[in-house]
């Protein structure tokens, strides 16, 4: 395994402005988001979810491309949900998203909560993020703050971070985490959920400060990390901390898919049975059955009898 050995000027000026938009510069920023991976590799293993299983860690991409924009001003290390978990959940926050905005970012990145470890010209920032597109963690965190309890238990602990923190709506207002009370929390949920933003919690190390350029910033990230860690398993939606049913709403998902994919209003035909060559709309579909809209009259046909128009 490669250890990381810190940072250096020349892992800051592989983001400078001017490099931001050129492939020529996609060898040094491979350098970087390698020294990225391997610091990812050494702090990785205590990056876990609520329920134990290792968090996914991936770096963000160091060429120009569709989903950067074309622009590489700065690389992304990402700690998040492994893959099955997301692609649990992501068709459901697809569907709350408009084309223009799977388009603009067609990565996971913003569907997710994330603890991020970023590097650009000029600082490194480690924090927590959760962008208004989540749309899952991002409900999930809005119905469970509408608690005063809940909202006191995620005061209290990102009042636990370090004075150098920053808490608020990236573009809007961060607060140091001792300035968080119940009114100022409920504020900051507010803009978030207006902002199209994202919501952040963390700190960041001036590319003046020693402390990347050694190896033992690993120690440091990890730490950071650490802290930052009992706010996602706060936010983050899992089956244990499901304040939006969505329990319910993928296994509803579950039982269309296991009905071919249908959906309610939906015209099919009948193929099979004494209805069969009778046309429909689909009106309800349940582990059961499928309930179609006949004419006038209303009927349960299993969905292996059915075929879309």
Not at 159 to 167: G, T
Request: charged share 30%.
């Amino acid at each position: 395994m490669t250890v990381f050995a810190g940072f250096c000027d020349a892992d800051f000026d592989a983001y400078l402005p001017r490099k931001a938009l050129s492939h020529l510069y996609n060898r040094e920023r491979l350098e970087t988001k390698q020294k990225l991976l391997a610091l990812g590799a050494q702090v990785g293993g205590r990056m876990v979810g609520s329920d134990g299983a290792p968090l996914a860690c991936e770096a963000s991409a160091e060429h120009p491309a569709l989903w950067n924009h074309k622009r590489v001003d700065a690389q992304h290390l990402f700690f998040s949900r492994n893959a099955s978990a997301r692609q649990e959940i992501e068709g459901l926050i697809d569907k709350g998203r408009t084309l223009a905005s799977l388009i603009d970012d067609p990565t996971p990145h913003r569907k997710h909560i994330l603890l991020e470890v970023t590097i650009d010209a000029h600082q490194v920032e480690i924090a927590l993020k959760l962008h208004a597109d989540a749309r899952i963690d991002r409900d999930n965190l809005e119905r469970k703050c509408q608690e005063y309890f809940q909202r006191e238990r995620l005061a209290s602990i990102l009042r636990a971070l370090s004075a150098e923190n920053r808490v608020g709506v990236v573009g809007a207002t961060m607060l140091s985490p001792d300035a968080l009370d119940d009114d100022s929390l409920r504020a900051l949920l507010l803009a978030f959920a207006n902002s199209g933003s994202w919501f952040a919690a963390g700190r960041t190390y001036l590319r003046a400060d020693p402390a990347p350029q050694r190896p033992d910033f690993v120690d440091v990230v990890r730490d950071e990390l650490l802290h930052l860690l009992p706010a996602f398993h706060f936010i983050a939606w899992t089956r244990d901390n499901d304040f939006v049913s969505v329990k319910e709403s993928l296994k509803q998902a579950a039982a269309e898919r296991r009905i071919g994919g249908l959906e309610r209003g939906d015209r099919v035909r009948i193929v099979r049975g004494v209805l069969s060559g009778k046309a429909g709309v689909v009106q309800e579909i349940g582990d059961k059955g499928v309930k179609l809209l006949v004419g006038k009259m209303s009927v349960k046909i299993d969905g292996g009898d059915l075929t879309k128009f």
